[in-house]
Nanobody, 120 residues
């Protein structure tokens, strides 16, 4: 069992920055990858990026590449999503999800989500 808790969302002005956190607990040694998703009202869930738990390799969607950075602190069991140069279209609920080693095709555990609102 893995528990994920997102934090750090809020209201920011366009061009501003936010740092989101995803704190993991439970069987963290079995985590293969932490993924970030977002979902805006009336739109499908969208992949933002991901980071491998052990090696720290990252992936970013084209829409956020160059503006967002994913990092991790394994000692704190926490993954961060640093968001810079925010745009109104970044407004969404942001979720982290854990892919486990035994089920590498799946997103088995999800956080509650944190709201990010970017004003124009």
């Amino acid at each position: 069992q893995v528990q994920l808790v997102e934090s750090g969302g809020g209201l920011v002005e366009a061009g501003g920055s936010l740092r989101l956190s995803c704190a993991a607990s439970g069987r963290t040694l079995s985590i293969y990858r932490i993924n970030w998703f977002r979902q805006a009202p009336g739109k499908e869930r969208e992949a933002v990026g991901a980071i491998s738990w052990s090696g720290g390799r990252t992936y970013y969607a084209d829409s956020v590449k160059g503006r967002f950075t994913i990092s991790r602190d394994n000692a704190k069991n926490t993954v961060y999503l640093q968001m810079n140069s925010l745009k109104p279209e970044d407004t969404a609920v942001y979720y982290c999800a854990a892919t486990m080693t035994a089920r590498a095709y799946a997103y088995d555990y999800w956080g509650q989500g944190t709201q990010v609102t970017v004003s124009s």
